[in-house]
């Protein structure tokens, strides 16, 4: 079977080790890593996702193969991230708070590193004010926030919001994304900007940090 399939049928079956060693012999075949992503991951856990929707699967079997997606992303990244020494700038991430879901998130991060941008991973169920509080910390540039669930993504207009009310949301190049968000739903909050993948978030994360440095955020 191609390496390809087989790596999207093993992460469906959520058997971590098997993703893990297929993603590493993939490489080592010289597949191109996005093409391992795109096709071989995304594609299996996209696919589940529909399954998911329609019952035909469980939470449970959805859990596993997130794991075989974090077990294949893990040996992925350092192909993904790999980037130039001095950082353009940098940024907050993590999934907004009471929600778990942190596979895109994490594809944001790595494309982020791979544009050059140094991250700060928040991890899940982060709350609005712990987004702003680390970015006053860490001099980042940019807040990013993740949502998978419509009830979820409410916590983005709080940050617009609380952002205002400290006085910051000139500082902050505000940027959400995940798959119930869209570019009218960021645009009726505030944030500065939406894209609808993880590739896109690090090439409009990176314009957008070159023109906040010439002072036009
Ligand atoms: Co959840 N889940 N889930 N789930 N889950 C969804 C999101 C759902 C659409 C499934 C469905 O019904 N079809 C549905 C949400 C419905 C809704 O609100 N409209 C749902 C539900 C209902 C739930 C629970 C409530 C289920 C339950 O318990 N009954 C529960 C909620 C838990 C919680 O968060 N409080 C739940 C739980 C889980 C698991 C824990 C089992 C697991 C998460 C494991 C993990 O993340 N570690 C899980 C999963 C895996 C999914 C699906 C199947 C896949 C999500 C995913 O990882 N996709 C999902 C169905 C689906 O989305 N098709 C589903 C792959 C990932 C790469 O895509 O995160 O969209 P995504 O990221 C994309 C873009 O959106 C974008 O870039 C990425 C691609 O490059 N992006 C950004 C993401 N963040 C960005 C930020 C940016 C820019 C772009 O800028 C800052």
């Known amino acids: 079977m191609e ?3 087989e790596i999207y049928e093993y992460l469906q079956l959520g058997k971590a080790k098997k993703v893990k060693a ?14 391992i992503l795109d096709e071989g991951l995304l594609a299996a856990m996209m696919d589940l996702g529909l399954k998911f929707k329609n019952n035909e ?13 974090h077990a294949g992303m893990n040996v992925l990244e350092p192909r993904l991230s790999a980037v130039g020494a001095e950082p353009v700038g940098r940024a907050v991430v993590g999934t ?4 778990l879901h942190d596979i895109g ?38 807040i990013c926030m993740s949502a998978l669930l419509t009830t979820t993504m409410i916590r983005m207009e709080e940050c617009t ?30 944030a500065d900007y939406y894209t609808p993948d993880a590739m896109n978030a690090a090439e409009v994360a990176r314009k957008a940090v070159f023109k906040k440095k010439k002072g036009q955020h």
């Open 57 to 69: 699967v469980f939470v449970a079997e959805v859990l596993v193969a997130a794991n075989a997606m």
């Open 161 to 190: 919001a609380e952002l205002q009310k400290r006085g910051l949301r000139e500082k902050y190049i505000l940027m959400v994304g995940g798959a119930p968000v869209t570019e009218s739903f960021a645009e009726k909050i505030g």
């Open 96 to 99: 907004v708070q009471g929600d």
């Open 22 to 35: 297929l993603v590493q012999e993939a490489l080592a075949e010289n597949l191109d890593p996005k093409v």
């Open 105 to 142: 998130k994490n594809l944001v991060i790595m494309m982020l590193k791979g544009a050059g941008i140094e991250t700060y991973d928040l991890g899940v169920d982060v709350e609005t004010a712990a987004f702003i509080d680390k970015a006053e910390e860490t001099g980042a540039d940019i």
């Open 3 to 5: 390496l390809i399939q």
